[in-house]
């Protein structure tokens, strides 16, 4: 059952992508499954045990210009949803 309100675009490939911490203490590489205005499912390379994933960003730019704020949706495996954060929010995206 498809649960965004808005369009997704699929990378059959993936896109490669970077997960790194609010304050920069950790960084992963990851695939970006498919995204939308409002979040993303990652794919991702490499453990995520004991990372503080509450709040990250994903790095859309080899030089970290492009990115998005996230907060964690689900954790399915290897696979993770995320909904972007907008500037100034403060509560969550699914607070009911």
């Given at each position: 059952?498809?649960?965004?309100?808005?369009r997704?675009?699929?990378?059959e490939?993936?896109y490669?992508?970077h997960?790194?911490?609010?304050?920069?203490?950790?960084?992963?590489?990851?695939?970006?499954q498919?995204?939308?205005?409002?979040?993303?499912?990652?794919?991702?390379e490499?453990s995520?045990?004991g990372?503080?994933?509450k709040e990250f960003?994903?790095?859309l730019?080899?030089t970290?210009?492009a990115?998005r704020r996230?907060?964690?949706?689900w954790?399915?495996?290897?696979?993770?949803?995320?909904?972007?954060?907008?500037?100034?929010?403060?509560?969550?995206?699914?607070s009911?």
């Open positions: 059952m498809e649960l965004r309100k808005s997704r675009v699929v990378f490939r993936g490669d992508a997960m790194m911490a609010i304050d920069g203490t950790w960084r992963r590489a990851c695939k970006i498919d995204i939308s205005d409002t979040g993303a499912k990652l794919g991702v490499g995520i045990d990372l503080p994933l960003f994903l790095l730019s080899s970290g210009l990115f996230c907060e964690l949706a954790v399915n495996g290897d696979n993770l949803g995320v909904f972007f954060k907008r500037a100034g929010e403060k509560n969550s995206q699914r009911a």
